[in-house]
Each structure stands twice: as C-alpha cells, then as structure tokens.
C-alpha cells in the first residue's frame, strides 16, 4: 500500500499534531474544524484526506481509536509509527526506517505507483518524510489501536453466508442448505402420425422415470 495523499506545505504539520494531541476530539474532524482551531488556509485543507488514509478519521471526518490513542502523548510517536507502516508500507520495503539518503528512492517509488509527475513525487516524499520525524519507527510494530468496526476490512477468507446466494431465511438461521439435483430431459418424437408410437413413448417414461 502506498497512499497518495501529500501537503503542498508541510509548515502548520506539527502545528497540527500538537493540537491533535493537546486539543478535544471534535465529533467530526474537517476543514471547518481546522478552521476552527486556526488552521484554515487552503494548503491545510488536505490534511483531512492525509489523516483517513493514516487511518485517524473513518470516511465521514469521524475520529478513530486510532485518533484518540494518538492524544496519549507518551503514546503519539508508537502510534503514528503504526499508521505510517500501513499507509507507506511500500516505502518500508525500500528500508526498515527510511532516512534522507533514501528520499531519491522514496520519489522514485510514487512516480513508478503513482505514475506522479517530478514535482508531485517530491511533495508526497516530503509529506512522508515529515511525518516520519514525530514517530518511532524503531518501536515494534503491532496493532496498537483497534480498526473501528465502521471501518473494518473485508476478510478475503471468510465464507459468504447463506443470504448471498438465494438461500431461505431458515437456511441463514441454522446455517444448512440442502443440495438438490435437477434434470433436463429432451426428447426426439419420431416424424409419424402413429399415436401408438407416441403412446409407447410416453408410457416408458412414466414406468422407467417418473416412477
């Protein structure tokens, strides 16, 4: 995974934070509360889709587990260390804790994904990169915060239930589905105006199949 979101300037990115941290979760985290907080220039606007991609706030701007473990100062860095891990997990494949000497690497990275163009490469390699000093990437990584159940991701190996594919409501409720064959039989009736002919026919089918 590798996100695409980037800051066309990345000045107010510890502002931010620190008021993530020091401040009260707002029911809905969006560009009118970053403007309600002093942050309402139009380059801080995209920190909102930046934080859902980290995985702080579910689609409708609401705040997740994650975002309110994130207020826990002694617990910020471990925890933006998480989300980095899962929104850039691609640019860990390049190095287990990327430092400067990888940034060249890190761009090349979004232009490959992203089919980015140089200048864009460059900004989300200096989003990364800004994020990157206010976590811990030395800590060890493991699911810190629980994913919200509003937010949960499909399991690729959990079985469909009954529902999905036409079954009865008694079916869904015990989890049993009968298996039932059915037949197609096509018969070829000779060209002949003899009803016996046809009366034969007819009659070892009931005896032979239908029976």
Known sequence: MLTQRYLVSTKNLDAILKKIVDGVAPDK??????????????????????????????ADGTPTPRYHAYRDGSRSKVVLAEALREAYEDVFHIRE??????????EGLFKSKH?????????QAMTFYALLKHADMKAAPGTTTPVPQNVQREDPHATKT?????ATEQQSRTG?????????????????????????IFRSLRENLLS
Do not use: C, W
């Not at 400067?100 to 690497?105: F, G, K, V």
């Not at 009954?162 to 036409?166: I, Y």
């Open 115 to 123: 089919n980015s163009t140089d200048k864009v490469a460059q900004l």
């Open 162 to 166: 009954p529902e999905g594919d036409g």
């Open 29 to 58: 985290f969006n560009s009118d509360h970053l403007k309600s907080i002093g942050f309402g220039g139009s380059g801080d606007r995209s920190m909102v889709p930046l934080l859902k991609d980290l995985g702080f706030l579910t």
């Open 176 to 200: 049993q589905v009968t298996a039932e064959l059915h037949y197609t039989i096509q018969i070829h009736l000779p060209a002949t105006k003899d009803i016996e002919v046809f009366n034969a």
């Open 97 to 106: 804790v990327p430092t400067s000497t990888d940034r060249p690497a890190v």
